[in-house]
């Protein structure tokens, strides 16, 4: 297990992780702080707390289109097997990164 300290707003947290994830881990913290930065440019004086959750919000709001995306993917696509395999392997990786999003 390895350790990675992941800057968010400003402020750093230390993370465990898989071997070999640490760079993964590093840029979900980047995309994340990017939202958090953006939100914190436009809203102002916001508190802290208040950005964090707008940016879950955004970045739930991304998944959910990401779904329905896939989902309208595999409806044009109909019954063809190759299809339905590649869009349950995009979906699955979602719902990965979904969990660790929701666990980080």
Do not use: W
Not at 43 to 72: N, P, T
Not at 76 to 94: F, I, M, V, Y
């Amino acid at each position: 297990m390895a350790l990675v300290t992941l800057n968010v707003n400003g402020r750093g947290y230390e993370m465990a992780c898989d071997d070999g994830q640490e760079a993964h881990l590093q840029k979900l913290a980047e995309y994340i702080d990017e939202k958090i930065q953006g939100l914190a440019q436009s809203a102002g004086q916001a508190g802290e707390k208040r950005v964090l959750i707008m940016a879950s919000l955004l970045i739930a709001d991304e998944l959910f289109e990401a779904y329905r995306q896939i989902h309208a993917l595999g409806t044009q696509q109909g019954d063809n097997p190759e299809s339905t395999a590649a869009l349950t392997a995009c979906a699955e990786r979602l719902e990965a990164i979904a969990g660790r999003l929701a666990d980080a």
